[in-house]
């Protein structure tokens, strides 16, 4: 991988104070054996970036080998954002230099492929905004919930110049149909719970405040059941649903190959410079502001 | 096929009483040379068993060769139950014993996958609960038509341990995504006319009040076409749409290997002792009760 | 191709007069270098003929090639009509002696599949009936946005004895599952705004006053991003969403067959009875009227 230009990162070690990145960002809980919490906790905008990824994939490496667990629940204990886009302020090689996973994929989509396969079922219960790495969280998950009106669920990267890179072109339209997908990868909008639901998106929005007891409900229900059942059911669902990692591969690719393109590096300046990987205006509205980079550009 | 200990049959006579085997089940009328009407009507439960699967046989070998027959709608005659689970009263040699079908596949999966591919129109029109096999053979059926106020589909299998068996796993992901369908496979629980609409599961449900006229008057239509169109037509969507055999066939064998699973006969047995197979509130809501088994097994 | 009867055409000069066939049927705007639109303008029915292919292939052509464009918009000046079916009243050997495309397969389907490939994104916008071609224009596009008053979606063929040919089999399956498609493809009726969002058959329907500014804003929106991020990422949905070229390539034979049919025939000539393709209640309520053609044949 060569070196990027990164004309964003002026004055790197200002920019990292913003993001700390060695603290636990995941939290495990064990409600029972059967069921576990992981709980996205990296304030103030629970970002994605190459420090996560061991701490996800510790996560997945127990779901697949443990042989109490049934269900998982993701969710998120920052206020807004359920697990947002990728860390464009860490150095690149922090992301390119982590060893391929046992699938032969890289890191994250390794992650997220095995996860859409482990022999346990997975829920996101999205609050809050689930873009990019969020949203492709979610899409390997086997179920998704949303806060009718807390949830925002976008692919933001076409917007800036990127292509997505975690699975999302290969996902959304086995789940959507290919029109409701390039609306939303293409679009690079943020799409609101209900459009949500009704683009199947997720399975079901709730009113915010029956989300959590909705979700613990089937997660307890879920966990009542035989892990033999629902691990041979599932396998066999995975048979009829999962795209090929052959499908899968070549997104990650795209997307660092889009990242090195000038024109994806003027527009990822301008967000910055805007305000991106801050709190604030730009984070809580990016699908907006990713449609305002192309005026000055065109 | 090994024996398997049932235990939920301690007092075979008995228990067979209450499901009388060898009465003519399916009631076969033809509303005109092109238009026929399968009706279900086994009280008090519409359950689906080894002696069933001649009678629906005889029906899907007729839609295959009638030279005459465009559409056929399935329908039920019996209050709160459009076509419900398997029998697991009845001695699992008769079930094993019936000789695999002409695609090569066992006797059920086999009826389902001709169902599919015959050279008419089936419609489920349903009222009451399509559990088990009831929500297969409507999955098998062209089109889905339901209740709003009275129809219940499940696939209630992985709720007693059990995987199920007549082609869910892979039609399932196919209608109405794989989040969706793993909702309903997992969770096991009942699905309202409603849900079942927003969800795929069906094209459309309907005021109960209006089922019939809707379901009628759109079979007359179609029966007013022309045969060959109506068959071209299908076969090339079959093409775009129809799991492979090869994708069906393990669903019955995994359906089998659970069912002797010690842990899932003792969920069947927790299950018959609550009242499955008899008229009354287990049958009713199978969905809550299958949510019970679990407490004193964790 | 052996030539048909076409008993329908017992005075071709006079039946030609109603469509005139040279006129520039379709018009193309730059809205700028980026943003496209395609208009559809062969009052009064916008009825798609063989003179209508090389005009819209003019455009797709220009859609593979152009360096600048991002987005097209197809949309209708004509009242009533986004775009309907196919030509009957022209001669078919008009049709069948236009070569075959780049992809092989005949020039109605090639030009489809192409636009569904080319590294722009494609939306239809639909105001009036979108019937037979003009409903395979829209689901080979990549979105589709309806007026919830006045968009009027059909696959109306099979009404007519005929087996449609520009994809839907293939394509409509992928959109909205296996029931819905059937019942498309098989009732042949006529599908509103609502009910086809509610489908997946469009994107979204949205109240007719919104609909413009909508689609206007998305397609502004889409035209400021970068081209080869949206090129590169349409390729990847492509590969998990089109169908093959294979799948297509029968779909045209089958329509060409069935329109040799002696029952196709009479149902078309009874059509031409009733007032198709010229103004008014036939053309204006296409899927009633198929539905009253079979009564004499039974």
């Known amino acids: 991988m060569r070196a990027t230009p990164r004309p964003w990162?002026?004055?790197?070690?200002?920019?990292?104070?913003?993001?700390?990145?060695?603290?636990?960002?995941?939290?495990?809980?064990?409600?029972?054996?059967?069921?576990?919490?992981?709980?996205?906790?990296?304030?103030?905008?629970?970002?994605?970036?190459?420090?996560?990824?061991?701490?996800?994939?510790?996560?997945?490496?127990?779901?697949?080998?443990?042989?109490?667990v049934k269900v998982v629940v993701f969710d998120s204990a920052v206020e807004g954002f359920f697990l947002t886009?990728?860390?464009?302020?860490?150095?690149?090689?922090?992301?390119?230099?982590?060893?391929?996973?046992?699938t032969g994929l890289q890191a994250l989509p390794d992650m997220l492929v095995r996860l859409s396969r482990a022999p346990v079922v997975s829920i996101a219960s999205i609050r809050g905004r689930a873009t990019g790495v969020g949203?492709?969280?979610?899409?390997?998950?086997?179920?998704?919930?949303?806060s009718r009106e807390?949830?925002?669920?976008?692919?933001?990267?076409?917007?800036?110049?990127?292509?997505?890179?975690?699975?999302?072109?290969?996902?959304?339209?086995?789940?959507?149909?290919?029109?409701?997908?390039?609306?939303v990868l293409l679009g690079a909008d943020d799409i609101?719970?209900?459009?949500?639901e009704r683009y199947g998106y997720v399975n079901r929005s709730l009113p915010d405040s029956e989300l959590d007891g909705f979700v613990d409900a089937l997660a307890t229900r879920i966990a009542s059941f035989d892990k033999e059942a629902i691990a041979d059911t599932k396998k066999l669902v995975n048979a009829a649903s999962l795209p090929s990692d052959a499908e899968i591969a070549p997104e990650w690719d795209a997307f660092l190959a889009s990242l090195h393109r000038p024109a994806t590096q003027a527009r990822i300046k301008k967000l910055m410079e805007?305000?991106?990987?801050?709190p604030g205006e730009v984070e809580n509205r990016l699908g907006y502001h990713v449609g305002q980079l192309g005026s000055g550009l065109l």
């Open 274 to 278: 805007r305000g991106f990987h801050k």
């Open 192 to 196: 609101g719970g209900d459009l949500a």
């Open 135 to 146: 949203s492709e969280l979610a899409l390997a998950s086997d179920m998704r919930f949303a």
């Open 85 to 102: 886009h990728y860390n464009f302020l860490a150095k690149l090689e922090e992301s390119t230099s982590i060893p391929r996973g046992p």
């Open 9 to 68: 990162l002026p004055h790197r070690k200002d920019m990292k104070m913003s993001i700390p990145a060695s603290t636990q960002q995941i939290r495990l809980e064990h409600r029972s054996p059967a069921y576990w919490r992981v709980t996205f906790d990296h304030p103030p905008l629970n970002i994605f970036g190459p420090e996560t990824i061991p701490q996800l994939g510790a996560v997945i490496k127990s779901l697949e080998s443990d042989a109490s």
């Open 150 to 183: 807390k949830a925002i669920l976008s692919q933001w990267e076409v917007g800036a110049g990127l292509v997505p890179g975690g699975g999302p072109m290969a996902r959304l339209p086995r789940l959507m149909g290919r029109g409701r997908a390039l609306e």
